[in-house]
T-cell receptor, first 113, second 112 residues
Framework: AQSVSQHNHHVILSEAASLELGCNYS??????LFWYVQYPGQHLQLLLK??????LVKGIKGFEAEFIKSKFSFNLRKPSVQWSDTAEYFC???????????FGTGTRLQVFP | DTAVSQTPKYLVTQMGNDKSIKCEQN?????MYWYKQDSKKFLKIMFS???????INETVPNRFSPKSPDKAHLNLHINSLELGDSAVYFC???????????FGSGTRLTVV
């Protein structure tokens, strides 16, 4: 069965610090990969996705993620975080031949001014 | 225009009651989902419908019954509510799973 691991449960940063959130998945076949963000009290919004092609994917709000197939990883990065990036971040995986997204347990990011 | 809308936004009810949550999408998507987000923010898929047909039922108690009158609507009815049903329920839709989902704003259900 597919699973997604996000090892950082809670990350605290100061503004302008660099961010990297880890995501690993377990599935040996072709996958689509996603990062979603959930701002406090709001719904999930798509940050970026990897479908195929260039493993370095750029998303909204200056976020990017790199798919490393050999490591089954899809880590999210941002060079300089802002206070407004405070939110919950979810990695998600869709196996190529299934109809559902499997989500990781989420990483809570707090950014202090 | 709201792409995926859920009603109500908040729902507080007593144990044992029956309640429904409604979801509508105006994106023309074929597939709709219900996810449950628990107090630890963990998101778990419950159901999926494709063009009114149930395609995913993830070992959810049969007190939960989804209904899709047409491909733009997916409602969730819950019988005999229990304390453990307290959570945020998200509706989502997609045209193709590889595109990602569009989520509704959630329904916070509190069972007292």
């Amino acid at each position: 069965a597919q699973s997604v691991s996000q090892h950082n449960h809670h990350v605290i940063l100061s503004e302008a610090a660099s961010l990297e959130l880890g995501c690993n998945y377990s599935y040996g076949g072709t996958v689509n990969l996603f990062w979603y963000v959930q701002y406090p009290g709001q719904h999930l919004q798509l940050l970026l996705k990897y479908f195929s092609g260039d493993p370095l994917v750029k998303g909204i709000k200056g976020f990017e993620a790199e798919f490393i197939k050999s490591k089954f990883s899809f880590n999210l990065r941002k060079p300089s975080v802002q206070w407004s990036d405070t939110a919950e971040y979810f990695c998600a995986v869709n196996a190529w031949n299934t109809d559902k997204l499997i989500f990781g347990t989420g990483t809570r990011l707090q950014v202090f001014p | 225009d709201t792409a995926v809308s859920q009603t109500p936004k908040y729902l507080v009810t007593q144990m044992g009651n029956d309640k429904s949550i409604k979801c509508e999408q105006n994106l023309g998507h074929d597939t709709m989902y219900w996810y449950k987000q628990d107090s630890k923010k963990f998101l778990k898929i419950m159901f999926s419908y494709n063009n009114k047909e149930l395609i995913i039922n993830e070992t959810v108690p049969n007190r939960f019954s989804p209904k899709s009158p047409d491909k733009a609507h997916l409602n969730l009815h819950i019988n005999s509510l229990e304390l453990g049903d307290s959570a945020v329920y998200f509706c989502a839709s997609t045209q193709a799973t590889g595109d990602g989902y569009t989520f509704g704003s959630g329904t916070r259900l509190t069972v007292v």
